[in-house]
């Protein structure tokens, strides 16, 4: 039977090459492939586009990538809690493309369904419709989006299989199941390999036939911001 499990994230990410574009799942710290982010890191691939809700934080998630100089690009709805993007981006070392987050997500889920472009009025009469094609329906104005494919995509999951069916838990289910169709080659990671069948089929969100690669890897649940009360 299909086997799609690897030894290892370096194993996973191995020909992720220069100049790739990669659709990371994840929002802030939940649900990121902290892992697949560390290897290729530690693989030195440059000239990097990621498109992810954002870059993580200055030390962790794709805020490594940035440290290291390794993404040219990102396309992101929030980029907040991340000094080092903020500097790159004033300084005019990383190029940046804002996309509302409801646009973004649609982008990704669009790419993934084989949908070319698609209408949203988020957006219209904003610098994010320069450049752009409007169209009005039905006395309102819409700006046309491209769907978003990349070369890889790179998400984490709580639970798989080797026939590499995923299941998210709770909120860091987020923009994974989208970033995972909207890859040519999606790589997970996943906290709990499971046997074939264990899974409720119901309870499926990334149905293997999208995966390619599965990496089972220990994961770190950081906070970006711990509140405590005084």
């Keep these: 039977m299909i086997n ?11 020909d992720v090459g220069d100049g790739a574009t990669l659709v990371v799942g994840g929002f802030g710290l939940c649900g ?4 697949l982010i560390t290897a290729l890191v530690q693989r030195g691939v440059k000239n990097l586009t990621c498109v ?7 030390d962790w998630g794709l805020g490594l990538l940035l440290q290291t100089r390794q993404i040219r690009k990102m396309v992101s709805s929030y980029v ?6 903020e500097r ?20 990704m889920r669009a790419g993934g369904a084989g949908i070319p472009a698609f209408f949203t009025p988020a957006g219209y009469g904003t610098v994010v419709a320069e450049g752009k094609e409007s169209r009005e329906f039905d006395g309102r104005m819409y ?7 990349g070369d890889f995509s790179l998400v984490a999951a709580w639970k798989g299989d080797r026939l590499g069916n995923l299941m998210y838990r709770k909120t860091a289910r987020n923009f994974n199941p989208m970033a995972a169709t909207a890859g040519k080659i999606c790589i997970a990671e996943v906290e709990q390999l499971v046997e074939v069948g264990e899974l409720d089929p119901d309870c ?4 293997g036939i999208f995966v390619h690669r599965l990496v089972v890897a220990p ?6 911001q711990r509140t405590v009360r005084k």
């Design 4 to 14: 799609k499990l690897v030894a290892s994230a370096a194993v996973a990410v191995r």
């Design 32 to 35: 990121i492939p902290e892992n």
């Design 52 to 58: 992810s809700n954002n870059a993580g934080v200055d």
């Design 80 to 85: 907040g809690e991340n000094a080092e993007f």
């Design 88 to 107: 790159q981006f004033l300084s005019g070392e990383l190029d940046v493309e804002f996309v509302p987050q409801g646009t973004l997500a649609e982008r």
């Design 143 to 149: 700006v046309m989006e491209r769907g978003i494919v």
């Design 204 to 207: 499926i969100h990334t149905p």
């Design 219 to 224: 994961r770190q649940k950081r906070i970006e």
